[in-house]
């Protein structure tokens, strides 16, 4: 699944051509204008998105980014009232940020576009990237991989396709018929397709695929290109649901703001207001999880804290701290950490080991650790972050949810009712227990201790964590399963201390003598440490619950996950991802567990 870089050749004039394939990105003549000719033209673009509420495009061969532009400048001036466009595209060998700024400089008229795109350029060579565009209501998710793994656990259908790779004879495997026919499943009812190429293999890969295709003429020196048409109408469009979400910590908030990103109108709920629990406290660590394992999971979690940092970055008033030092406290967490590096997952720039000797002059006293550098881990404030987020909080508490035939009616704790919704989405954490009692979240109680002081901290972790806070540090936290109470305990405070004494001896015995504050809430969790995110059992009811002890990590592109299914657009997460968090998991695990039990003892009778 790894992208590989591309290996350039530049001509005279500064265009692209790739060593790899020995083919160009773009005409010579006019890269711009052969974009807008081959895939606007081609698609019937602006025609085919008017009038529509939501319009999804995707791509094969990302290149250079020039397509995406050229729809983008479009868009900008075409766009229906209300509009809005998700937009997918795949590339196995990304261009560095400064290759694509110099193929893009051909074009100053597209320049503001292109600084927007390459101000958000991965750091990294693999995995899925979104690119948020609000200012024009879009969004581009840019899957760095071999095409048919992305196409496959892409959950969208394209209302147009731009095929884009190098000419077949060049790279015949991304015109191979397996693909185009996931490009077919991956299609909406009327969807359109385009490209540059007539190459027998591609049309009747794209007519086994179910379209109609059609020769036109070509752009340049290039006597035809192709159209293709997928049978059926496109959906008329429906009114956006009436949605409510219960809860106003980083989950509730989350949703909240994916769901105002996509333009879809919601009520949020919370009888205490935002931040009432475990979204609280006044400093949040968000790090990777870091899994040695490097399979579907680590592939989920470090795509929801890329995520959720780049849009922390992009949160006002948001970042405290930028930079973690991961201490090896454990006997396999050296072992655990080179794996990590080694892998692709991050960049040398996000991660790195440190001796103990550069591990103690990060803390400022002396320790027998090693340490990994997560470079781009953050310290963020929580209450900046729920009042960007929050599309409004009204301060009521849901008592009761009552559904019919149609719709949900939420009751306050008089039995009034509240308001009158088609959806629901409970993010309340441990408290969506009263309102949904069959989920299966586990209490985790934590205490965490702070204090106000000018003293500088390096934010960093080992079991326990110690970060700094806008005012101080904050240090802890405890750990206790199955406690569903938020009292605070003066044995608690001292755990802490003991724990930080594993790290920071010398700053433990400074702070033991101080008259400390305490903070206490309830985090969920579940069987298997990962969240619920996504429709449960009961038609019309979400969730996002469950984050335990890494919500403002796993949260934001959960919240996005979430708000995609609500509304119908593609989610940022893979099929396999989003498989890993949904709800109804445990049921179909336990399922195939009694199949499999079965069908032993009928083996062995």
Not at 404 to 431: E, K, N, P, S
Request: hydrophobic share 45%.
């Amino acid at each position: 699944m790894t992208s590989t870089p591309p290996l350039l050749d530049w001509s005279p004039n500064g265009d692209p051509r790739s060593q790899l394939y020995g083919d160009v990105y773009f005409s010579a003549e006019d890269g711009l204008a052969e974009a807008r000719t081959v895939f606007l033209e081609g698609c019937n673009l602006p025609s085919a998105w008017a009038d529509r509420a939501h319009f999804v495009v995707g791509e094969l061969g990302f290149g250079t980014g020039l397509n995406i532009l050229a729809l983008l400048d479009l868009w900008r001036i075409e766009r229906p009232a209300h509009g809005y466009l998700s937009v997918f595209s795949v590339e196995a060998h990304l261009m560095t940020q400064a290759e694509a700024a110099r193929a893009l400089s051909r074009w100053p008229e597209l320049s503001d576009l292109a600084d927007i795109l390459l101000g958000q350029w991965p750091e990294i060579c693999n995995g899925r990237h979104r690119f948020d565009l609000p200012d024009l209501n879009a969004h581009l998710d840019l899957a760095l991989m071999d095409a048919e793994a992305a196409l496959a656990g892409w959950q969208g259908r394209a209302d147009a396709w731009f095929l884009d790779g190098f000419s077949p004879a060049k790279n015949p495997a991304m015109w191979r018929d397996d693909l185009l026919s996931l490009v077919g499943q991956r299609t909406a009812p009327g969807g359109q397709a385009a490209t540059f190429t007539v190459a027998g293999q591609v049309r009747r890969g794209l007519q086994a695929a179910g379209f109609a295709v059609e020769k036109h003429p070509g752009f340049g020196r290039k006597r035809q290109r192709l159209v293709a048409v997928y049978p059926g109408r496109p959906t008329e469009p429906v009114a956006l649901p009436r949605i409510a979400v219960v809860g106003a910590g980083i989950a509730g908030a989350a949703v909240s703001r994916a769901l105002t990103a996509l333009g879809a109108p919601h009520q949020v709920f919370d009888g205490v207001g935002p931040g009432a629990a475990a979204s609280g406290n006044p400093a949040a660590l968000v790090t990777p999880r870091l899994d040695a394992g490097l399979g579907p999971v680590a592939r989920l979690t470090t795509q929801a804290f890329f995520r959720a940092r780049d849009l922390y970055r992009a949160t006002p008033g948001a970042v405290l701290a930028q930079g973690v030092l991961q201490l090896a406290v454990g006997e396999r967490d050296a072992a655990r950490f080179e794996k990590i590096v080694a892998s692709d997952f991050f960049s040398p720039d996000d991660i790195d080991i440190l001796s103990a000797d550069e591990a103690s002059q990060r803390l400022g006293e002396a320790s027998s650790h090693t340490g990994l550098n997560l470079a781009g881990a953050l310290v963020v404030q929580p209450k900046h972050v729920l009042a960007a987020w929050l599309s409004g909080v009204q301060r009521v508490r849901v008592s009761a949810l009552v559904s019919d035939a149609t719709d949900w009616r939420l009751l306050d704790d008089d039995g009034a009712l509240i308001g009158v919704f088609d959806l629901v989405v409970l993010a309340g954490g441990q408290d969506s227990l009263s309102l949904a009692p069959h989920l299966d979240l586990r209490p985790v109680r934590g205490q965490a201790t702070f204090l106000e002081t000018d003293e500088p901290v390096q934010a960093s972790a080992w079991g326990g964590y110690l970060i700094p806070t806008a005012k101080g540090l904050l240090f802890g936290a405890t750990h206790d399963r199955g406690d569903g109470r938020s009292d605070l305990r003066s044995g608690d405070q001292t755990r802490n201390l003991e724990t930080l004494a594993l790290a920071r001896p010398g700053l433990a015995t400074r702070l033991s003598g101080l008259d400390l504050e305490n903070r206490a809430a309830v985090r969920a969790t579940t069987a298997d440490s990962l969240p619920l995110a996504g429709p449960s059992a009961l038609p019309g009811l979400f969730l996002l619950c469950g984050l335990g002890s890494h919500g403002f990590s796993f949260a934001p592109v959960m919240g996005e996950h979430v708000a995609a299914l609500i509304t119908g657009t593609p989610s940022p997460l893979s099929v396999e991802s989003a498989d890993l968090i949904d709800p109804d998991r445990f049921r179909r695990r336990a399922a195939r567990r009694t199949r499999t039990s079965s069908y032993s003892d009928r083996a062995s009778s």
